[in-house]
């Protein structure tokens, strides 16, 4: 399957623990995008990656957030510090830049802070 | 979701068309999107219209672009039960990075 893969699928913590996920993308996608999806809601932006350097971040994305890309091809988000609020769908998607306007979504990792 | 609205629900009959609307804000959108999403599942793409033209038409699936009145609509032809989930209307603006600004969804229920 060459489609964007992000693991774990769910994760489950208790609140004030650390979480990673990883997102790897298409292959030869450089642009690489996470998303947080609440229930009842669309996705929300957090951050935006081209190659190894990520260019947008998104005001949602507090200091508890770090995004990180070092090579340019997988990507990891962690939070620090985990609350309640937290609690939600992170999708990540990419997209290539010579057919950047079509960006490809993984399945998500589902995070429960109890 | 606030520059990109959509209605919540929209219940149809097997075999009739649906037709989901969104309306926008940003005039300098360029791409507009629909995505649908399955239960539990990531977003499929499904297609997309760039803002110079005003219908796109790939199989069951018409998009229809007003960008007078910045509305979108997604018609899909002889829905099928298969065809139930939510579908989000995206916006992006190019110039650069094309990230995608998303409504929250109109959650389409088809009964036989």
């Known amino acids: 399957d060459t489609g964007v893969s992000q693991n774990p699928r769910h994760k489950i913590t208790k609140r004030g623990q650390n979480v990673t996920f990883r997102c790897d993308p298409i292959?030869?996608?450089?642009?690489l995008y996470w998303y947080r999806q609440t229930l009842g809601q669309g996705p929300e932006f957090l951050t935006y990656?081209?190659?190894?350097?990520?260019?947008?971040k998104s005001r949602l994305l507090s200091d508890r957030f770090s995004a990180e890309r070092p090579k340019g091809s997988f990507s990891t988000l962690e939070i620090q510090r985990t609350e309640q609020g937290d609690s939600a769908m992170y999708l990540c998607?990419?997209?290539?830049?010579?057919?950047?306007?079509?960006?490809?979504f993984g399945q998500g990792t589902r995070l429960t802070v109890v | 979701g606030e520059d990109v609205e959509q209605s919540l629900f929209l219940s149809v009959r097997e075999g009739d068309s649906s037709v989901i609307n969104c309306t926008y804000t940003?005039?300098?959108?360029?791409?507009l999107y629909w995505y649908k999403q399955e239960p539990g599942a990531g977003l499929q793409l499904l297609t997309y219209?760039?803002?110079?033209?005003d219908m796109k038409q790939d199989q069951r699936l018409t998009v229809l672009l007003n960008k007078k009145d910045k509305h979108l609509s997604l018609r899909i032809a002889d829905t099928q039960t298969g065809d139930s989930a939510i579908y989000f209307c995206?916006?992006?603006?190019?110039?650069?990075?094309?990230?995608?600004?998303f409504g929250r969804g109109t959650s389409l229920i088809v009964h036989p």
């Open positions: 292959s030869e996608h450089n642009r």
């Open positions: 940003d005039s300098s959108s360029t791409y």
């Open positions: 990656f081209q190659n190894e350097a990520q260019l947008e």
């Open positions: 998607a990419s997209s290539s830049d010579w057919k950047n306007t079509e960006a490809f």
């Open positions: 219209i760039f803002s110079n033209m």
């Open positions: 995206a916006e992006s603006i190019g110039g650069g990075s094309y990230i995608p600004t």
